[in-house]
């Protein structure tokens, strides 16, 4: 019993350190995703999303697993969670925010687009004018709306335990953005891109609960035992 347990803080001694070393990588490349999503918006090169998803969305997940399984204090493994949380979630809602505002949006003028109030409608233009065209770049659009909000659907339950409220946040959430965008002139209000943005935080809040379901083998969090709002 004690080798097993010798053992066990023997892989702690290693997890820790290599959980801060991940960390800090996806630290590190944070100020470089910034500027680009700052100066690029809705226009970032694809390359910048494959790197922003390898060097920082990667260690960050790799970390937070790490720190789950370590064998560390429930107190230190809360606190150190909770950083990971709370950084990785101010990061999206910085690369949300000039996705939705900034970039190239700044520079575009939508005063001669009609807002579409009709369901799937945009969608169905977009697919038809693609295909004429023999171009598949509106797929770029599709799935850009779909990717933006999952980030929104895996990181809000870990912290509102509540399904329903969870869903009415992220609703209300996506629904201001739409409207935002349109009061400022930066875009136009679409009832696909609602449809589109809730698709995504959906599929995000999917992969909380197979996260929850497997890796935590479906244990509720301590802090949802003590208010035992767990769905």
Same mark, same amino acid.
């Given at each position: 019993m004690k080798n097993g347990s010798k053992k066990h803080r023997m892989k702690s001694g290693i997890v820790i350190p290599t959980a801060i070393l991940l960390f800090s990588l996806a630290l590190a490349f944070t100020p470089r995703t910034l500027i680009e999503f700052y100066y690029n918006g809705a226009f970032v090169p694809m390359l910048r999303i494959a790197k922003t998803f390898v060097f920082v969305v990667v260690p960050l997940v790799s970390a937070t697993y790490l720190l789950y399984k370590s064998s560390i204090g429930d107190q230190l493994k809360r606190v150190s969670l909770n950083i990971v949380w709370c950084f990785s979630f101010a990061l999206y809602i910085a690369i949300l925010f000039f996705v939705l505002f900034s970039g190239g949006r700044r520079d575009y003028d939508y005063s001669n687009m009609k807002p579409n109030i009709l369901p799937l409608i945009s969608i169905i233009k977009a697919i038809k004018a693609g295909s004429a065209a023999h171009d598949l770049s509106f797929l770029r659009g599709i799935l850009l709306n779909i990717l933006l909000f999952m980030p929104? %659907? &895996?990181? &809000?339950? @870990?912290?509102?335990? =509540?399904?329903? +409220?969870?869903?009415?946040?992220?609703?209300?959430?996506?629904?201001? !953005?739409? #409207?935002?965008q349109q009061i400022f002139a #930066?875009?136009?209000?679409?009832?696909?891109?609602?449809?589109? =943005?809730?698709? %995504? +935080?959906?599929? %995000?809040? @999917?992969?909380?609960?197979?996260?929850?379901? !497997? #890796?935590m083998d479906g244990r509720p969090t301590e802090e949802c035992r003590r208010r035992k709002k767990c769905s």
């Open positions: 929104f %659907g &895996l990181l &809000l339950p @870990w912290k509102v335990k =509540n399904r329903h +409220a969870a869903m009415l946040y992220i609703f209300l959430s996506v629904c201001i !953005s739409e #409207v935002a #930066v875009g136009v209000f679409d009832i696909d891109d609602i449809f589109l =943005n809730l698709i %995504g +935080a959906g599929v %995000g809040t @999917w992969i909380y609960r197979i996260i929850v379901s !497997s #890796v």
